[in-house]
């Protein structure tokens, strides 16, 4: 049944089958005729409703029904619809938000197909909606013209300003501003811009209130400082990848060998940085 060899006319009849796992199991083929792609839409159990919702053979009634239903699994499905009316991607509360990131239940990427589908004139439209849902879902697209990224980067809802903060071309100083207009809420995505200068970097390290996942984004980056990675260590998770970045400071390298956790220590005993002293001193040990 879950063979797309399998004609879909010897599977179609397991549409009302008692058992949720064959009309799950049937409700993920692309391939189901209308009819069945509708009425697996009303399944009563979750998961089926979920694995249907991004078939394009569904109705938009059906894709509005999903799109408000209550499971945010449900919900995120029926935004991955290719067909789905950009009103329902609007709507507060239905798709977005706090639902799950499409990754959590089979996408990759976080543009609905609908969005990443508007030509030229819908982004501009999209740019300009007085909805924030949609400006976000069009924020996360990473292939914006110039003047729409730099307009969705001054927008005054931080998710907004979050969704687009990782986009390159970002001035410094827009970058900045970004942060000064929203704080924590953005800086670990705006850490993650690939035109985030060194001493940017440095900055959003030392913010206050500290942010943790800028320190694992900082502690990733091949541009961070020696200034910047040291912070970065007061992360347990960051200190495992600053542990092994070559401009760590030798001392902190050499400090680190000793430290609690074993994948800390093995990290700092593989940096390039450390010492020739201290890598002889290992090796005689056999660490």
């Known amino acids: 049944m879950d063979n797309s060899a399998t004609p879909v006319e010897n599977v179609v009849a397991l549409a009302a089958h008692p058992s949720p796992i064959v009309r799950w199991t049937l ?28 078939n394009p053979a569904l109705s938009e009634a059906a894709i509005r029904r999903l799109g408000a239903d209550e ?9 991955r619809n290719p067909s789905v009316p950009i009103d329902v991607l609007a709507g507060p509360g239905r798709i977005g938000g706090g639902d799950p990131v499409p990754s959590r ?19 501009r439209e999209l740019a300009d909606s007085p909805s924030p849902q949609l400006r976000m879902l069009l924020a996360e697209r990473r ?21 687009v ?9 827009l970058l900045r501003d970004m942060v000064s207009r929203h704080g924590a809420r953005v800086i670990a995505r705006v850490a993650a811009n690939p ?33 910047a990675l040291e912070l970065c260590l007061a992360d347990a998770q960051a200190r495992r990848i600053a542990a092994a970045h070559p401009a ?31 890598m002889i001193r290992i090796s005689d040990r056999g660490l």
């Open 27 to 54: 409700a993920g083929r692309a391939d189901l005729p209308a009819a069945v792609a509708e009425m697996l839409a009303a399944d009563p159990w979750p998961a089926v409703r979920a694995a249907v919702a991004a």
């Open 195 to 227: 035109d985030a200068s060194p001493g940017l970097l440095f900055d959003l390290a030392r913010h206050l209130p500290p942010v943790r996942k800028v320190f694992r984004e900082i502690a990733g980056r091949a541009d961070a400082t020696a200034d």
């Open 248 to 278: 760590l400071r030798p001392e902190l390298i050499v400090e680190l060998l000793a430290d609690d956790e074993d994948w800390v220590a093995t990290a700092a005993a593989a940096n390039p940085a450390l010492p020739e002293s201290e």
């Open 71 to 79: 499971f945010s699994k449900v919900r995120w499905r029926a935004a």
């Open 143 to 163: 292939d914006l013209p110039p003047e729409i990224r730099d307009r969705l980067a001054r927008d005054p809802d931080a998710k907004v300003v979050k969704a």
């Open 105 to 123: 239940i089979g996408g990759g990427d976080l543009v609905p197909p609908r969005i990443a589908a508007a030509g030229p004139d819908e982004v």
């Open 165 to 173: 903060a990782p986009h390159p071309g970002f001035s410094e100083e």
